[in-house]
């Protein structure tokens, strides 16, 4: 079975610009969350997606936002980047909602400029 | 508080057990994981452990679950050069995995 997989794996933007993230869960998995992982302040919470349907979010502002698609794929988007939203992107998926077995891709690795 | 705490970092000589520590802050947390991140790559899920359990070992892989002082450990016996990573213990907490900042596993020859 394949694993998660995000697109692209790194992306070099700069500062304005606006970015989009894919990521397709494993097969059969409903749910995906994001997560920003930086040096300073680890791995946070963005939100997660179940059934095409935000249902919990991190404390961002409203430039970071996201959706599903009926197939499960999520995209996330960050909009005006700042050079602070550098960091690794990771999308991690499950077959249920909420906090539970949740599996990671390899990130995308977003660097702005 | 509210952060999940974890020492940085942990040196241990190949073939010997280590263990790796972490204290978590929400008393209902249904679930406890450890992930493991080695470079260049996203978390890999290694193991997780109901609340309502003490322990879970899985080969080289023990959890230890103390609910009274919210304390997990990860012990990984015969340490390998490959499992030189960064360890993050996570709770789950308001229907969120909340992580730890990470413990770096160094092994020394």
């Known amino acids: 079975k394949a694993g998660v997989t995000q697109t692209p794996r790194y992306l070099i933007k700069t500062r304005g610009q606006q970015v989009t993230l894919s990521c397709s869960p494993i097969s059969g998995h409903r749910s995906v969350s994001w997560y920003q992982q930086t040096p300073g302040q680890g791995l946070q919470f963005l939100f997660e997606y179940f059934s095409e349907t935000q249902r919990n979010k991190g404390n961002f502002p409203g430039r970071f936002s996201g959706r599903q698609f009926s197939n499960s794929r999520s995209e996330m988007n960050v909009s005006t980047l700042e050079l602070g939203d550098s960091a690794l992107y990771l999308c991690?998926?499950?077959?249920?909602?909420?906090?539970?077995?949740?599996?990671f891709g390899p990130g995308t690795r977003l660097t702005v400029t | 508080g509210e952060d999940v705490e974890q020492s940085l970092f942990l040196s241990v000589r190949e073939g010997d057990s280590s263990v790796i520590n972490c204290t978590y802050t929400d008393s209902s947390s249904t679930y406890l994981y450890w992930y493991k991140q080695e470079p260049g790559a996203g978390l890999q899920l290694l193991t997780y452990?109901?609340?309502?359990?003490d322990m879970k070992q899985d080969q080289r892989l023990t959890v230890l679950l103390n609910k009274k002082d919210k304390h997990l450990s990860l012990r990984i016996a015969d340490t390998q050069t490959g499992d030189s990573a960064i360890y993050f213990c996570a709770e789950s907490r308001d229907d969120k995995i909340i992580f730890g900042k990470g413990t770096r596993l160094h092994i020394l020859p």
């Open positions: 991690a998926s499950s077959k249920g909602q909420g906090a539970y077995e949740q599996y």
């Open positions: 452990i109901f609340s309502n359990m």
